[in-house]
Nanobody
Framework: VQLQASGGGLVQSGGSLRLSCTAS????????PDWYRQVPGKQREWLAT???????FVADSVKPRFQVSRNNAASTTYLQMNNLQSEDTAIYYC?????WGPGTLVTVSS
């Protein structure tokens, strides 16, 4: 399975971004990719996932600002991030069963 996160960029504090994670090489409907983020020098932080049955789980640390969803037809899971703050600046990754895609950088300016 290959995973590709996209949608990062520079946003002002209080703004929003929607990240996408598209999978290939597998039947997306049978997997539940996780979203993580990492600030250089710090541990990766788990953020969210949506089960194959469509149940969403979001880390308390970013709830309710972040929401997660999936579109099986597009083989994509989305991370909607609202009211972004400077502490959300990080590289965001999606992963499944040990497969990590290249991350996408989110930079929040104050």
């Amino acid at each position: 399975v290959q995973l590709q996160a996209s949608g990062g960029g520079l946003v002002q504090s209080g703004g929003s971004l929607r990240l996408s994670c598209t999978a290939s090489g597998t039947d997306f409907s049978t997997i539940a990719p996780d979203w993580y983020r990492q600030v250089p020098g710090k541990q990766r932080e788990w953020l969210a996932t949506v089960t194959t049955g469509g149940i969403a789980f979001v880390a308390d640390s970013v709830k309710p600002r972040f929401q997660v969803s999936r579109n099986n037809a597009a083989s994509t899971t989305y991370l909607q991030m609202n009211n972004l703050q400077s502490e959300d600046t990080a590289i965001y990754y999606c992963t499944n069963l040990g497969h990590w895609g290249p991350g996408t950088l989110v930079t929040v300016s104050s």
